[in-house]
């Protein structure tokens, strides 16, 4: 059975502080990961995509991977309220039919506050 | 709105109802899913369909039947479900079905049985 692990939480920071959520994998083989953000009450949207070991920047986001520990984590710098959300991590892995689906965590929920 | 509308967004029904989800998707794209989410669970995958044709069945119980008449639409059909099934359940869909990676969330079908 090929798993995504995650801390449920809920992980909270104040206001500006650095938030760091993380998530291994137990597929050696996979190459794509991703981390999705869900809203109570909404549904999940991508936020962050990183196929290479190191970190990958995006605004306030930065996504880091490496491969060797089968580890995947996400940063928010400067962590605002509106950040307060559930944060999905998703990594490609084949099925046992082939085919190329997403396994997911179950999430860790971040709590921002003022 | 992500371009992917689900309906209803909420269902009560009893275990010997016949009801069905419907999705449609406004993107273009060639791939539909549809996903379990249940509480303190990940994301579970059902069903996939590209152009049309069902690539991944997940071990899904035959109380759930799906129906994809074109690349736009997805239907699951639900009949004599279990109070287990109680349920959020998500259709999303992306560009290519094999790449299976930037996925587009409805909002889902709030399920529960009775």
């Known amino acids: 059975q090929k798993e995504v692990e995650q801390n449920s939480g809920p992980l909270s920071v104040p206001e500006g502080a650095i938030a760091s959520l993380n998530c291994t994998y137990s597929d050696r083989v996979s190459q794509s990961f991703f981390w999705y953000r869900q809203y109570s009450g909404k549904s999940p949207e991508l936020i962050m995509s990183i196929y290479s070991n190191g970190d990958k920047e995006d605004g306030r986001f930065t996504a880091q991977l490496n491969k060797a520990s089968q580890y995947v984590s996400l940063l928010i710098r400067d962590s605002q309220p509106s950040d307060s959300a559930t944060y999905l991590c998703a990594v490609k892995t084949i099925g046992d039919t082939g085919f190329q689906k997403l396994v997911f965590g179950t999430g860790t929920r971040l709590l921002v506050s003022p | 709105e992500t371009g992917v509308t689900q309906t209803p967004r909420h269902l009560v029904m009893g275990m010997t109802n016949k009801k069905s989800l419907k999705c449609e998707q406004h993107?273009?794209?060639?791939?539909m899913y549809w996903y379990k989410q249940s509480a303190k669970k990940p994301l579970e995958l059902m069903f996939v369909y590209s152009l049309e044709e069902r690539v991944e069945n997940n071990s899904v119980p035959s109380r759930f039947s799906p129906e994809c008449p074109n690349s736009s639409h997805l239907f699951l059909h639900l009949h004599t479900l279990q109070p287990e099934d109680s349920a959020l359940y998500l259709c999303a869909s992306s560009q290519d079905g094999a790449a299976n990676e930037k996925l587009f969330f409805g909002s889902g079908t709030q399920l529960s049985v009775l």
């Open positions: 993107l273009g794209h060639n791939a």
